[in-house]
């Protein structure tokens, strides 16, 4: 009998395991042919120059810690430069973070909350990613690692390789973007309670403290070293911190839309509150210690943390990928409160949990409706993918990647006005400057005419065939042509923003394309100019 209901189990395992990865490579599928976005066009860029022999931050800028572009870098050398080399290591990604998702709340709630739990956090990355090859996507298997390890010291006890392995993780999720370790101030924020408070441990939390720094300095000093022997330590702070701590600054009014996202993108956000309401009631009606229900308790501190360092950035939608494995936790044992019926029940020894696979097909009908209708949206723009993708429809990007590819030499250099990336990596022509996007020249409090002077001594070095002016788009920064540049300046002398002063020496830049280039038209509406001389210029 006992063999009979493994197997039983094995096979429930293999079908989940099937039909969420199936999922995740549908969510996926249409990224690997459409254009790619942004931010994914920067880090593909940089995943290309790296193997070209660049360097971060010397040869190429973005305020990125690095590890998001020697990723980039390793798919681009799978696949020989193709996007798919990227693609599989997002699939790979997220496929080792579901399965760390599924296995902690399978052991935790059973099977069936389990199950709609991570599918619905599979379907959730539609709403966020954005097309996918960002930071928060890498992070998430490192998160759903760290409540995996908390969750084996709270049931096994703490071991040194426990501390090792939170401390890597925390250094890789650090790399990729410094406020993703809202987990791990989480993590450190328990024990530091539980021992320093309740306990009055000092020596027990020194000793974890001690491991996961130990871990974390196992990564982080080698990654300083190899900077530092590179000559680029200095760049590395000047871009990666210096001007994160001015480009991460932000009005009230901006922090409380942050916080407003949360229920805006996902609508299933009171779902989360109210499980995590009825613990933290529990605890006051009850008067238990924080111990008493660890996982649940860390998760709720990890929102209330993640929630936080949101507020105090910008609130772009991928940002909000940081609070989905906690907000999938609270959503399972949401979903482990309907399975069950009461509350008494599921608090039975400290909560179990048990398969749920009743036979009652009712609950699950419930599930299915609960679970589509909090994916709504999810499924609309997993939808628009797919339509963009059976259509084919040109878009502008890839129109003039086209008109790029006809009209240079595979040596010549491209200049992209305003935000580069994209360009640079679907026509394999490098930027002539490491300043391949140029929001920090119009940065205030970072801005400087040492950098323009940086900037045009590139320029001057390796005068870019093709400049295309794409700064209409967000308006950071004074457009080429002079009517809209006027119109820039007039609009820019009164206001606040963070992109509204830029050096005087940048007219430098103006007057050389005035010089150099000749107007040759449109794409869509980005204006296009090629250098006056024929031919390939390239040295």
Request: proline residues 4%; aromatic residues 16%; charged residues 15%.
């Amino acid at each position: 009998m006992a063999m009979a209901s493994e197997q039983k189990n094995d096979h429930k395992t293999l079908f989940i395991a099937i039909f969420i990865g199936t999922v995740i490579v549908l969510n996926f599928f249409p990224h690997m042919i459409l254009a790619p976005g942004h931010d994914s066009g920067i880090f593909l860029y940089h995943g290309q120059r790296i193997l070209e022999g660049d360097l971060p931050y010397r040869d190429i800028w973005d305020h990125k810690p690095p590890m998001i572009f020697y990723i980039n870098a390793l798919g681009l050398f799978i696949s020989g430069g193709a996007k798919w080399g990227v693609l599989f290591l997002e699939i790979l990604a997220v496929g080792a973070a579901m399965a760390l998702c599924f296995a902690l709340l399978k052991k935790r709630f059973g099977y069936l909350p389990a199950f709609f739990a991570t599918l619905n956090c599979v379907l959730c990355l539609n709403i966020v990613l954005d097309g996918g090859n960002l930071t928060e996507e890498f992070n998430l298997p490192l998160q759903f690692l760290g409540f995996w390890l908390f969750n084996c010291v709270e049931k096994k006890g703490f071991r040194v390789w426990h501390g090792i392995f939170l401390g890597l993780s925390m250094a890789s999720s650090f790399m990729l973007r410094q406020n993703l370790i809202g987990l791990w101030l989480a993590i450190l924020l328990y024990w530091f309670l539980e021992f320093a408070i309740y306990q009055r441990d000092l020596t027990a939390f020194s000793k974890r403290v001690f491991w996961i720094f130990s871990g974390a300095a196992a990564l982080l000093l080698p990654a300083g070293m190899f900077f530092y022997f590179q000559g680029a330590l200095y760049e590395l702070w000047d871009v990666a911190f210096r001007y994160n701590f001015i480009y991460s600054k932000t009005t009230l009014a901006q922090r409380i839309q942050s916080f407003y996202g949360c229920f805006k993108l996902f609508t299933w956000f009171p779902l989360v509150i109210m499980p995590a309401a009825i613990i933290v009631c529990g605890y006051f009606k009850r008067k238990e210690k924080i111990t008493a229900d660890p996982l649940m308790t860390l998760a709720i501190a990890d929102l209330v943390i993640e929630i936080t360092l949101l507020s105090l950035g910008k609130g772009y939608a991928h940002y909000y990928t940081a609070m989905l494995p906690s907000m999938t936790l609270l959503f399972c044992f949401f979903i482990k409160l309907l399975n069950d019926s009461a509350w008494d029940e599921c608090d039975k020894s400290n909560m179990p949990g048990h398969s749920g696979f009743s036979g009652k097909t009712e609950r699950i009908i419930v599930l299915s409706i609960l679970l589509a209708c909090s994916n709504i949206f999810s499924f609309s723009i997993l939808a628009h993918s797919y339509a963009g993708l059976l259509s084919r429809h040109r878009s502008q990007l890839e129109e003039t990647a086209d008109y790029i590819k006809r009209n240079s030499g595979k040596n010549d250099y491209l200049l992209v006005w305003g935000s580069g990336g994209q360009l640079n990596f679907l026509t394999g022509r490098p930027s002539p400057s490491r300043f391949f996007f140029q929001y920090p020249f119009a940065a205030t409090g970072y801005g400087s005419p040492e950098i323009i002077n940086s900037f045009m001594k590139e320029l001057r070095r390796h005068p870019p065939a093709i400049i295309i002016d794409n700064s209409g788009d967000t308006g950071r920064l004074p457009p080429i042509d002079k009517a809209y540049r006027k119109q820039w300046k007039e609009k820019k002398a009164s206001s606040n923003e963070l992109y509204s002063t830029i050096p005087a020496n940048i007219d430098s830049f103006y007057n050389f394309v005035e010089t150099e280039y000749n107007t040759s038209g449109k794409s869509g509406s980005w204006n296009i100019y090629k250098h006056n001389k024929n031919g390939d210029i390239s040295e």
